[in-house]
């Protein structure tokens, strides 16, 4: 069985009470994720210009 299996079975059985707590944890965890995701998404696109052409194509060809 996987982590989300078991978390959504947990989830399952925790008080609809409890759900607002939960989402206060889990908030931030979401945006810490969404952090670490930005800064690889904009390098990328920023060197693409550079390491997408035929150029460096060719220069990777013999590897």
């Not at 409890?18 to 800064?39: G, I, S, Y």
Request: glycine content about 0%; hydrophobic content about 45%; charged content about 30%.
């Amino acid at each position: 069985m996987s982590t989300r299996d078991v978390i959504a079975r947990e989830l399952e059985r925790l008080p609809e009470q409890d759900l607002p707590k939960l989402l206060e944890f889990l908030r931030p965890l979401q945006e810490a994720q969404a952090e670490n995701v930005m800064p690889t998404l904009a390098a990328e696109s920023a060197l693409a210009k550079d390491w997408l052409t035929p150029e460096e194509d060719a220069a990777w060809a013999s590897l």
